[in-house]
Protein backbone atom coordinates (compact mmCIF):
# COMPACT_ATOMS: atom_id res chain seq x y z
CA UNK A 1 0.00 0.00 0.00
CA UNK A 2 2.46 2.74 0.85
CA UNK A 3 5.02 1.75 -2.28
CA UNK A 4 1.71 2.18 -4.47
CA UNK A 5 0.58 5.79 -2.77
CA UNK A 6 3.57 7.08 -1.03
CA UNK A 7 5.93 5.82 -3.19
CA UNK A 8 4.21 7.14 -6.53
CA UNK A 9 3.57 10.58 -4.55
CA UNK A 10 7.28 10.33 -4.11
CA UNK A 11 8.43 9.18 -7.37
CA UNK A 12 5.99 11.58 -9.38
CA UNK A 13 7.19 14.51 -7.43
CA UNK A 14 2.91 15.44 -6.33
CA UNK A 15 0.55 13.81 -4.90
CA UNK A 16 -2.52 13.12 -6.55
CA UNK A 17 -6.05 11.16 -5.81
CA UNK A 18 -6.47 11.27 -9.89
CA UNK A 19 -3.31 10.03 -10.53
CA UNK A 20 -3.53 7.06 -7.73
CA UNK A 21 -6.99 6.28 -9.84
CA UNK A 22 -5.28 5.53 -12.73
CA UNK A 23 -3.07 3.08 -11.28
CA UNK A 24 -4.66 -0.58 -12.41
CA UNK A 25 -4.07 -2.02 -8.61
CA UNK A 26 -5.95 0.91 -6.51
CA UNK A 27 -9.61 0.20 -8.07
CA UNK A 28 -9.08 -3.40 -8.17
CA UNK A 29 -7.96 -3.74 -4.85
CA UNK A 30 -11.40 -2.02 -4.23
CA UNK A 31 -13.32 -3.93 -5.89
CA UNK A 32 -11.58 -7.22 -4.49
CA UNK A 33 -12.57 -6.11 -1.12
CA UNK A 34 -16.11 -5.25 -1.93
CA UNK A 35 -15.87 -9.17 -3.12
CA UNK A 36 -14.58 -10.36 -0.02
CA UNK A 37 -16.58 -8.03 2.11
CA UNK A 38 -20.39 -9.45 0.89
CA UNK A 39 -19.09 -12.73 -0.21
CA UNK A 40 -20.17 -12.51 -3.25
CA UNK A 41 -18.63 -15.15 -5.65
CA UNK A 42 -16.45 -13.70 -8.90
CA UNK A 43 -17.41 -15.03 -11.84
CA UNK A 44 -15.94 -17.60 -13.51
CA UNK A 45 -15.52 -14.65 -16.68
CA UNK A 46 -14.15 -11.84 -14.77
CA UNK A 47 -11.51 -14.64 -12.41
CA UNK A 48 -10.04 -16.05 -15.75
CA UNK A 49 -9.32 -12.88 -17.12
CA UNK A 50 -7.89 -11.21 -13.95
CA UNK A 51 -6.24 -14.40 -13.48
CA UNK A 52 -4.83 -14.53 -17.41
CA UNK A 53 -3.31 -10.85 -16.45
CA UNK A 54 -2.37 -11.00 -13.56
CA UNK A 55 -0.32 -14.05 -14.86
CA UNK A 56 1.45 -11.38 -17.78
CA UNK A 57 2.87 -9.10 -15.51
CA UNK A 58 5.96 -10.13 -14.10
CA UNK A 59 7.14 -11.47 -17.41
CA UNK A 60 5.89 -7.74 -18.76
CA UNK A 61 8.33 -6.35 -15.78
CA UNK A 62 11.18 -8.50 -16.72
CA UNK A 63 10.61 -7.38 -20.62
CA UNK A 64 10.86 -3.82 -20.07
CA UNK A 65 13.57 -4.18 -17.43
CA UNK A 66 15.64 -5.94 -20.13
CA UNK A 67 15.18 -3.26 -22.71
CA UNK A 68 16.57 -0.95 -20.38
CA UNK A 69 19.20 -2.73 -19.30
CA UNK A 70 20.46 -2.95 -23.08
CA UNK A 71 21.01 0.72 -22.32
CA UNK A 72 23.03 0.39 -19.32
CA UNK A 73 26.58 1.72 -19.49
CA UNK A 74 28.86 0.61 -18.17
CA UNK A 75 29.95 4.17 -16.05
CA UNK A 76 26.54 3.65 -14.22
CA UNK A 77 27.63 0.35 -13.04
CA UNK A 78 29.99 1.39 -10.38
CA UNK A 79 27.13 3.99 -8.94
CA UNK A 80 24.35 1.12 -9.58
CA UNK A 81 26.98 -1.78 -7.38
CA UNK A 82 27.30 1.42 -4.83
CA UNK A 83 23.66 2.07 -4.16
CA UNK A 84 23.00 -2.05 -3.90
CA UNK A 85 25.64 -2.27 -1.43
CA UNK A 86 23.88 0.49 0.47
CA UNK A 87 20.30 -0.76 -0.17
CA UNK A 88 21.10 -4.50 1.56
CA UNK A 89 23.25 -3.31 4.08
CA UNK A 90 20.21 -0.41 5.41
CA UNK A 91 17.86 -2.98 4.82
CA UNK A 92 19.67 -5.69 6.90
CA UNK A 93 19.77 -3.25 9.45
CA UNK A 94 16.33 -2.16 9.24
CA UNK A 95 15.04 -5.57 9.36
CA UNK A 96 17.57 -6.24 13.04
CA UNK A 97 16.20 -2.88 13.96
CA UNK A 98 12.49 -3.97 13.38
CA UNK A 99 12.87 -7.56 14.97
CA UNK A 100 14.61 -5.88 18.40
CA UNK A 101 11.99 -3.40 18.52
CA UNK A 102 8.83 -5.64 17.90
CA UNK A 103 10.19 -8.29 20.06
CA UNK A 104 10.65 -10.93 17.52
CA UNK A 105 12.09 -14.08 18.30
CA UNK A 106 13.16 -17.24 16.23
CA UNK A 107 11.21 -17.83 12.64
CA UNK A 108 9.57 -14.47 12.78
CA UNK A 109 13.02 -12.30 13.48
CA UNK A 110 14.45 -14.36 10.40
CA UNK A 111 11.60 -13.46 7.94
CA UNK A 112 11.64 -9.83 8.67
CA UNK A 113 15.41 -9.78 8.50
CA UNK A 114 15.12 -12.01 5.44
CA UNK A 115 12.95 -9.44 3.64
CA UNK A 116 14.28 -6.72 4.28
CA UNK A 117 17.52 -7.72 3.28
CA UNK A 118 16.25 -8.64 -0.07
CA UNK A 119 16.90 -6.60 -3.40
CA UNK A 120 15.57 -3.54 -4.83
CA UNK A 121 12.51 -4.53 -6.56
CA UNK A 122 11.69 -4.14 -10.34
CA UNK A 123 8.41 -2.09 -8.76
CA UNK A 124 10.67 0.73 -8.32
CA UNK A 125 12.42 0.52 -12.44
CA UNK A 126 9.09 0.68 -13.51
CA UNK A 127 7.99 3.76 -11.85
CA UNK A 128 11.29 4.97 -12.77
CA UNK A 129 10.17 4.48 -16.20
CA UNK A 130 7.10 5.66 -15.65
CA UNK A 131 7.68 8.85 -14.34
CA UNK A 132 11.29 9.50 -16.23
CA UNK A 133 13.06 9.57 -12.80
CA UNK A 134 16.68 7.70 -14.77
CA UNK A 135 14.72 4.54 -15.65
CA UNK A 136 18.35 2.53 -16.94
CA UNK A 137 20.42 3.63 -13.45
CA UNK A 138 17.26 2.01 -11.34
CA UNK A 139 17.63 -0.68 -13.81
CA UNK A 140 21.28 -1.04 -13.00
CA UNK A 141 20.05 -0.71 -9.38
CA UNK A 142 17.66 -3.75 -9.59
CA UNK A 143 20.29 -5.73 -11.31
CA UNK A 144 23.48 -5.36 -9.41
CA UNK A 145 21.23 -5.38 -6.24
CA UNK A 146 19.60 -8.98 -6.99
CA UNK A 147 23.16 -10.01 -7.95
CA UNK A 148 24.62 -9.16 -4.60
CA UNK A 149 21.80 -10.35 -3.18
CA UNK A 150 21.98 -14.12 -4.51
CA UNK A 151 25.78 -13.90 -3.18
CA UNK A 152 24.97 -12.38 0.23
CA UNK A 153 22.08 -14.82 0.75
CA UNK A 154 23.75 -17.94 2.24
CA UNK A 155 25.68 -16.23 4.55
CA UNK A 156 22.21 -14.80 5.78
CA UNK A 157 20.26 -17.26 5.90
CA UNK A 158 23.08 -19.24 8.09
CA UNK A 159 22.70 -15.95 10.25
CA UNK A 160 19.07 -16.10 10.42
CA UNK A 161 19.00 -19.46 11.05
Given at each position: ??????????V?????????????????????????????????????????????????????????????R?V??????????????????????L??V????G???????????????????????????????????????????????????????
Amino acid sequence: MIQLTIGVAFVSGSFSIKSLAKMPIIPATLIATGFLATETPVPEWLYNTTNLIGQLTIPLMLFTLGVSLAKLRPVSLARSTALSVLRLGMGFGVGLGLSEVMGLTGMERGVVILQCSMPVAVFCYLFAQLYNREPEEVAGVVISSSFLAAIALPALLWYVL
